[in-house]
């Protein structure tokens, strides 16, 4: 999706509270492998958009 953009050589003053960084994630990362056949494989992490996946998949296979 494109959204607009304004680039400006003044930008307004903002004003940002300070705040703790988050804590980092402790999840291990989880990768699916889904094999295609023809010796074609897409590997991807666990929690990947479904519909991303899906354009994704349509592209490998031919279909977009």
């Known amino acids: 999706m494109l959204v607009p953009l304004t ?5 307004p ?3 940002v ?3 703790e960084a988050p804590a980092p994630s402790r999840r291990k990362r989880s990768d ?3 094999e295609l056949g023809r ?3 897409v590997r991807v992490d666990s ?3 479904t519909e991303a996946l ?3 998949l ?3 296979l031919g279909r977009r």
């Open 7 to 11: 680039v400006s050589d003044t930008a």
């Open 13 to 15: 003053s903002i004003q």
């Open 17 to 19: 509270a300070a705040t």
């Open 32 to 34: 699916v492998t889904i």
């Open 39 to 41: 010796d074609r494989r």
């Open 47 to 49: 929690d990947i958009d």
């Open 54 to 56: 899906g354009g994704i």
């Open 58 to 60: 349509d592209c490998v």
